[in-house]
């Protein structure tokens, strides 16, 4: 019958079994590690996001007077200079919608994108 982790860590006599048994040290913890890995993908996921938002900022500025595809270059550029991956082509129109100042426009392709999820990817 199957036993939760920490009770066949505990009651295990398998042979070679010792590192196995001891590697529980914090019964909150769900496996070695854990904590830690946690911590950078939070960490990585926070520059991640401080990284678009620089970019976003940064075409923002430099689109004044400049066409949406001029701004698409730019904001898509300034990505990659940061090394962000672009964003699927449903989720980059909305931000090029911010971009050139259309909230509503923005608004209503994100609504749709919301709807369907899975329509334009």
Request: a negative charge; hydrophobic letters at 30%.
């Amino acid at each position: 019958m199957p036993v939760s982790l920490t009770v066949w860590q505990q009651l295990c006599p398998c042979p070679g079994g010792e590192s196995y048994r001891s590697w529980k040290e914090d019964p909150d913890d769900p496996w070695p590690g854990y904590q830690e890995y946690q911590e950078e993908e939070q960490r990585e996921s926070r520059e991640r996001s401080q990284a678009r938002r620089q970019a976003f900022r940064a075409a923002g500025d430099a689109a004044s007077g400049k066409s949406r595809d001029e701004i698409r270059e730019l904001y898509t550029a300034e990505l990659r200079a940061r090394g962000q991956q672009i964003p699927p082509e449903p989720f980059l129109e909305a931000d090029i919608d911010l971009l050139t100042g259309h909230p509503m426009r923005w608004l209503r392709n994100i609504w749709k994108v919301m709807r369907n999820p899975f329509a334009d990817l």
